[in-house]
T-cell receptor, first 111, second 113 residues
Framework: TQLLEQSPQFLSIQEGENLTVYCNSS?????LQWYRQEPGEGPVLLVT?????EVKKLKRLTFQFGDARKDSSLHITAAQPGDTGLYLC???????????FGTGTRLTIIP | KAGVTQTPRYLIKTRGQQVTLSCSPI?????VSWYQQTPGQGLQFLFE???????NKGNFPGRFSGRQFSNSRSEMNVSTLELGDSALYLC????????????FGPGTRLTVL
């Protein structure tokens, strides 16, 4: 079974601080997605990275796919309370078109 | 454009019963995937349907089944419910495949007593 480990599991920081969330696996993925889920709702896709070493920016969020396509990171600059939520990474397997979700990072931004 | 809708939103059942959950995808989306989310196991893939055919399946027992109708609406059925089936069941739709952009519904919270 492929595993995607996310760290940290929980993170609570003050508004305005920077943070990085990690998503690691021993498996190679064809692409990797990041989602944010808020209470009572389903996950919402933030970004998809496809190429090893790829960096994508979404306002204050920066996503990076590892060179070997086994890991990814999400960096948030100047965190805001609206960034609070459960962040999930999900890797797509070559060939079988299935997504494996990570263990999740629960982020709380304190005003 | 309306999002993915799931019914019911909340459900309470007892062990041994069966349950059917419903998902209406975004108009034009042909792929519907189902996931189980629990605090202990996280978000796990159940199965994916495309054009009324199951295209992919996760590692769940045969008590979990699904189907898709010609209008792309999908249902998921769990028979002989166990306490461990208590979870948030999420449905996601996409145009072609689950590894392309997926849109999730709000989920059905199932509690098994």
């Amino acid at each position: 079974t492929q595993l995607l480990e996310q760290s940290p599991q929980f993170l609570s920081i003050q508004e305005g601080e920077n943070l990085t969330v990690y998503c690691n696996s021993s498996s190679v993925f064809s692409s990797l997605q990041w989602y944010r889920q808020e209470p009572g709702e389903g996950p919402v896709l933030l970004v998809t990275v496809v190429t090893g070493g790829e960096v994508k920016k979404l306002k204050r969020l920066t996503f990076q796919f590892g060179d070997a396509r086994k890991d990814s990171s999400l960096h948030i600059t100047a965190a805001q309370p609206g960034d609070t939520g459960l962040y999930l990474c999900a890797g797509a397997n070559f060939g079988n078109e299935k997504l494996t979700f990570g263990t999740g990072t629960r982020l709380t931004i304190i005003p | 454009k309306a999002g993915v809708t799931q019914t019911p939103r909340y459900l309470i059942k007892t062990r041994g019963q069966q349950v059917t959950l419903s998902c209406s995808p975004i108009s034009g989306h042909r792929s519907v995937s189902w996931y189980q989310q629990t605090p202990g196991q996280g978000l796990q893939f159940l199965f994916e349907y495309f054009s009324e055919t199951q295209r992919n399946k996760g590692n769940f027992p045969g008590r979990f089944s699904g189907r898709q109708f010609s209008n792309s609406r999908s249902e998921m059925n769990v028979s002989t419910l166990e306490l461990g089936d208590s979870a948030l069941y999420l449905c996601a739709s996409s145009l072609v495949t689950s590894v392309s952009e997926q849109f999730f519904g709000p989920g059905t919270r199932l509690t098994v007593l």
